[in-house]
């Protein structure tokens, strides 16, 4: 707080000429204590030497100060630990009062203004921009950004994550609006780009390594703790913060990069360059340009590749949501390519299904031909089942299944009706009206249920009921085929006979 002349004069009078402590004079003046402390120094004056008493700290001093020149960042609590057990007698918060007086501070460092060369070097960082709402999902919203360090020219795209695919588009997309690649890139310790970090032996990212092959130029961490080494993309992050993204509405995220890059060159490109005053951002791009490597003839793959496994569904897990295959690739390791707006999935090198990508969770996006081709199998599949155990239970309806198809009639519905017949009826009620109806040359199943009910009618017997019966049941009535017992004849023949 500013104190007035008034008050200080004050201070002084009641300080040097009526004897009182700061503390008294800060509480009937209503003012802080070291605001008093601050207006006796800078009087002139000389201070009223107060008394100076012994502290229970004074014998552990030694202790303390060689303790902290070797661990400066050692916590008050750890250090009033070792000296309590040497003695000390103290309170833990008073002598973390007196550790702070004590500690020593870091000295200030100053730093070398760094200059660059036009097309030499740009800086690249990540900056966290919220998060955006997809459905059912809460992705991240993240904003690559690249500057040139000589024109400070600004790219910016925006992503669903810094994933190592968006950190490979957004260099591509940048190099491709600058129309060339500077021959330099200076990055911090992200994972995209180091791995780990010993010293100052480093390990790449070896996709950013096959990156820089790529477009010839040469990637290269900024030191730990030296945020002034890449303090142009750190600057353009706020910049972009406070300038574009503060109150910017947007529906997509297409809609948010296109205003982004329309503004990367509008207002940003109209800010003065730091380089050359008399320049914009957007003239000393234009000179820069011509400085910078040229783009190769292919660009870089930025596609997500991925190895699943598809189970016994027709489809595969990507990304939080489901993608339809052909009922056929069941049961095997597929393979996921995607891009930023299109997922293809792979069996070995041949293509079984394109989808676009959704960014929301738990969604299935399904091909319609894959999930009625499936519908028809199971159908056929059904069919099949059912004309198999009818021939089992009775042979002869495989001659009025082959009949009725000839003349158009369809299977399943054919297979269906006898099903039922034989449920009602039984094998050798069935079999009779199936022969019936093969004699009179009507091979359709009402043809066997007329023959059923002239039959019932005349034995005189109520109408069948259908009965449902548990499924063990039924398979516990299944019919089996008998097996022939000729081998059983021609080892009696031979009973001598080893073999």
Request: hydrophobic share 40%; proline share 7%.
């Amino acid at each position: 707080m500013s104190i007035t002349p008034e008050i200080e004069a004050q201070i002084l009078r009641y300080y040097h000429a009526e004897r009182w402590r700061i503390g008294t004079i800060a509480t009937q003046l209503h003012v802080h204590r070291d605001s008093v402390a601050r207006v006796l120094a800078q009087s002139g004056l000389p201070a009223l030497g107060g008394l100076c008493r012994p502290s229970a700290i004074d014998a552990y001093l030694p202790f303390i100060l060689e303790t902290l020149a070797q661990f400066p960042r050692l916590r008050a609590s750890r250090l009033y630990d070792m000296v309590q057990a040497r003695g000390y007698p103290g309170r833990p918060d008073h002598f973390r009062h007196l550790i702070a007086r004590h500690r020593p501070r870091p000295k200030a460092e100053a730093y070398l203004r760094l200059r660059t060369l036009p097309g030499e070097e740009m800086q690249v960082d990540w900056g966290h921009f919220d998060h955006l709402e997809i459905g059912r999902a809460r992705r991240p919203l993240m904003g690559f950004v690249a500057v040139l360090s000589w024109s400070r020219q600004i790219f910016l795209r925006f992503y669903l994550g810094a994933h190592m695919e968006n950190f490979l588009r957004g260099h591509v997309a940048a190099f491709e609006a600058w129309q060339g690649v500077p021959r330099m890139a200076l990055y911090d310790n992200l994972k995209s780009a180091v791995l780990e970090r010993q010293g100052t032996v480093i390990r790449f990212n070896p996709t950013l390594l096959s990156l820089a092959g790529h477009y010839r130029f040469d990637p290269r961490p900024v030191a730990v703790a030296r945020g002034n080494e890449k303090g142009r993309v750190e600057r353009a992050i706020r910049y972009i913060r406070d300038a574009f993204f503060a109150g910017r509405e947007f529906k997509t995220l297409d809609d948010l990069n296109a205003q982004a890059d329309a503004w990367t060159r509008g207002p940003a490109g109209e800010r003065r360059c730091p380089e050359d005053e008399s320049l914009t951002v957007r003239a000393a791009f234009a000179q820069e340009r011509g400085r910078l490597l040229a783009l190769p003839a292919d660009g870089f793959p930025t596609d997500e590749v991925k190895a699943v496994v598809a189970g016994k569904t027709p489809y595969v897990r990507f990304d939080l949501n489901d993608y339809s295959i052909p009922h056929g690739c069941v049961q095997r390791t597929l393979t996921v390519v995607a891009s930023s707006d299109q997922v293809r999935i792979l069996d070995g090198q041949t293509l079984i299904a394109t989808h676009p990508r959704s960014h929301d969770r738990r969604q299935q996006i399904e091909i319609p031909a894959h999930i009625a081709t499936l519908v028809e199998h199971k159908h056929q599949a059904s069919a099949h089942r059912g004309t198999d155990h009818l021939v089992q239970a009775v042979p002869l309806s495989r001659d009025l299944l082959t009949q009725a198809v000839e003349r158009g009639e369809p299977l399943g519905r054919t297979v269906n009706t006898l099903t039922d017949l034989l449920a009602h009826y039984g094998v050798a009620e069935l079999t009779v009206a199936i022969a019936d109806a093969l004699e009179r040359g009507v091979p359709h199943p009402n043809a066997v249920r007329l023959v059923l009910e002239r039959r019932r009618k005349a034995q005189a017997e109520p109408p069948p009921l259908a009965i449902n019966l548990p499924e063990h049941v039924k398979r516990r009535d299944i019919p089996v085929r008998p097996h022939r017992l000729d081998g059983y004849d021609q080892l009696m023949e031979n009973p001598d006979d080893d073999d």
